[in-house]
């Protein structure tokens, strides 16, 4: 076991040797690229002992973003043979090479944090002015492109939206997809157990969407009609909702006009107006929708829970959330297992179909905490801290033996424990 002083170093080394150059891989080999939520996550991290550091992730992050507005899920700054499906795949045809679809946007929530906590103010003042526009795009994009009718619930095309890609939550949604047929090499599986990975049957899924999206050159309105893969991601859904309120109080914070703020509090009004068709009152619990054939994904996974985080949930629906939650936790030796470990589909160590997964421990906990909930939120912190006492700075953990899971040296589990874990005040450069 490390004690604090060692785990608050091991963390500020992970972050540092994942550095590529003003953007940290998640960890090498198996992701030798630029993420999404990754990166606005261990901006967190950075931001303890080097804030202009974190700004500058923030900064690569928002290099890679479409003339639309999307910020991509995966920027290929540089070239790499250790992962699958890289740029040529994905049909990439832009400045930064990138992938065409986006990731959960928990960017405008860490930018509220970072903003809050920063003590360089005029490096804020600096940043605010170049990103504000940029932000607010990427979330006009969400609103636009994936919700055109308006429903105030997002859709997304692909697993690897939601971040939570093998999510047995997205069985029945990706079986409708049909495999691709031509043979390619799996680089994941060289780098980590494959009980720890998704299954073949998901990747020729996954692939075929990325055939699809690029075969129809990225055209937003054709696959908003064709995609045959359209899920009302209750993850995503609930992040967007929280990082858009953020958005309007940061934009009020920063003293940031834009011409269409308004929209936002519209989308934000819709949203909350709509969230309860994703309430399944028979079984008290929010689920995402095959909006295909608009029927719920019946699997309890944790993205339920992130409504909480996201302020979504009545009072009468947290009273139900609150004990469910509590009996999930010590379902497993640890909390909070990605999926109920009383559900037929669980399974502790592979990928996101039952492990725990820190960044979302620390979101939910938030959600809890907001109500009222102290010692359910408690009780994630501590088992968080648990498990990078016991295992070190893993992507993921076995909700039942603890055993560190997926890809070592890990950014957002490194970046996390310097926010969230440690009794660790921020030192300026
Ligand atoms: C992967 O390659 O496993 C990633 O999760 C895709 O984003």
Request: contains cysteine; hydrophobic residues 40%.
């Amino acid at each position: 076991m490390n004690n604090q002083t060692d785990l608050i170093e091991i963390a500020k080394q992970t972050l540092i040797k994942n550095d590529l150059g003003g953007y940290t891989v998640p960890t090498h080999g198996l992701y030798p690229f630029q993420w999404n939520w990754d990166s606005a996550i261990t901006a967190l991290g950075w931001m303890k002992f080097d804030e202009a550091r974190a700004w500058q992730e923030l900064e690569l992050l928002f290099s890679g973003q479409w003339d639309n507005g999307m910020i991509p899920h995966v920027l290929f700054h540089k070239e790499s043979d250790t992962y699958f499906p890289g740029p040529d795949v994905w049909g990439s045809d832009k400045k930064v090479k990138s992938t065409s679809i986006s990731q959960p946007p928990v960017l405008a929530s860490v930018m509220k944090i970072m903003f809050d906590s920063c003590q360089d103010r005029a490096l804020v003042d600096q940043k605010m002015a170049e990103f504000m526009p940029k932000l607010v795009e990427y979330h006009l994009w969400w609103y636009r492109e994936r919700d055109p009718e308006q429903t105030g619930l997002v859709v997304s095309y692909h697993p690897w939206e939601s971040g939570m890609d093998n999510s047995p939550a997205w069985d029945d949604a990706l079986a409708a997809v049909p495999p691709v047929t031509w043979q390619y090499t799996r680089c994941d599986t060289t780098h980590i157990n494959a009980s720890e990975r998704p299954h073949k049957e998901e990747y020729d899924r996954f692939l075929y969407l990325v055939e699809f999206f690029k075969n129809h050159n990225f055209d937003s309105n054709y696959i908003y009609q064709h995609c045959p893969y359209k899920v009302n991601d209750i993850g995503i859904i609930a992040i967007l909702h929280k990082a858009t309120k953020d958005l309007i109080e940061l934009c009020k914070l920063a003293n940031y006009a834009h011409p269409e703020l308004q929209t936002l509090v519209d989308n934000v009004k819709l949203t909350e107006s709509s969230i309860n068709t994703l309430w399944y009152a028979e079984e008290q619990y929010f689920y995402s929708r095959n909006a295909l054939t608009d029927t719920l994904c019946k699997v309890k996974t944790n993205a339920g829970l992130l409504t909480l985080y996201a302020g979504l949930v009545s009072p009468s629906q947290a009273a139900v959330l609150k004990p469910l939650a509590k009996s999930w936790a010590t379902a497993s030796t640890y909390s909070m297992a990605s999926t109920h470990p009383k559900s037929d589909k669980y399974e502790p160590q592979r990928y996101w179909r039952g492990p725990i997964w820190l960044h979302i421990n620390w979101m939910i906990a938030e959600g809890f905490a907001d109500y009222d909930d102290i010692e359910l939120a408690d009780m994630l912190k501590n088992d968080a801290k648990h498990l990078i006492e016991k295992t070190g700075y893993y992507e993921y953990f076995h909700a039942d033996s603890g055993a560190g899971c997926g890809g070592g040296a890990f950014s957002w589990t490194a970046a996390i424990a310097l926010y969230w874990l440690l009794d660790n005040p921020a030192v300026t450069k």
